[in-house]
């Protein structure tokens, strides 16, 4: 499988805004801060909307969308213990980062 610059950039991009998204939540307030609540929704759609980008491109749905559900979450957790000081468990941390591996050795079979 043969992966394009594109491909890899909207993806590694579609990550990067809803990570960010996600960590805006808590600056949300439950929504009742203005600013961090649009900020945090533009991303989210930008986020979303680089998914559709790479559905309609090709990128078969079976692998991207459980490599996104693995990735984002590692990626938050990384968020929440070194921008907002939380503990993590290393089982969670461990079982996340298998699961991508899992999964990339997944989308490596034909």
């Known amino acids: 499988m043969t992966l394009s610059l594109r491909t890899i950039a909207l993806f590694f991009a ?3 805004f809803q990570v960010l998204a996600v960590a805006l939540l808590p600056r949300t307030r439950g929504f009742t801060e203005p600013l ?6 533009v991303l989210f759609i930008l986020g979303i909307w680089m998914v559709a980008r790479l559905y309609e491109g090709g990128v078969k ?12 979450p590692l990626a938050v957790i990384g968020v929440g213990i070194f921008i907002y000081g ?5 089982l969670r941390v461990s079982m996340l980062v ?12 034909h």
Do not use: F, N, R
């Open 14 to 16: 579609s990550t990067v």
């Open 36 to 41: 961090p609540t649009v900020a945090s929704a």
């Open 61 to 72: 749905l079976g692998i991207i969308s459980p490599l996104l559900a693995a990735v984002i």
């Open 86 to 90: 939380e503990s993590a468990s290393i």
């Open 98 to 109: 298998g699961a991508c591996a899992l999964i990339g050795a997944a989308a490596a079979v």
